[in-house]
């Protein structure tokens, strides 16, 4: 299992940035997939989750609203649309992987929004 994640970078208040995370060694739609995030001196925490039970995606409440989280089964890769973006985004952001009791987790990518 690899999760590779891509498309951080440096951001402006109120600018937008699209993170991808492609998968290899199994099927995305066959497990729970999650975006999290880890600002520095913070834990890691989950901000948006989507299921293969056909319920809808899930958000934390900092960042409902402005965050869109989606798939390409075809393409085997997750995608974090962020929009609206604030300086309390700043963190490596994360793809994870809950797949038959384990978790898996990808090397992360930074997103800093600064002006």
């Known amino acids: 299992v690899q999760l590779v994640e891509s498309g951080g970078g440096l951001v402006q208040p109120g600018g937008s940035l699209s993170l991808s995370c492609a998968a290899s060694g199994f099927t995305i739609s066959s497990g729970l997939m999650s975006w999290a995030r880890q600002a520095p001196g913070k834990g890691r925490e989950v901000v948006a989750t989507i299921t293969n039970t056909g319920t809808g995606p899930l958000y934390t409440r900092s960042v409902k609203g402005r965050f869109t989280i989606s798939r390409d089964d075809a393409r085997n890769t997750m995608y974090l649309q962020m929009n609206s973006l604030k300086s309390d985004d700043t963190a490596v952001y994360y793809c994870?992987?809950?797949?038959?009791?384990?978790?898996?987790w990808g090397r992360g990518t930074q997103v800093t929004v600064s002006s």
């Open positions: 994870r992987a809950d797949l038959h009791g384990r978790v898996y």
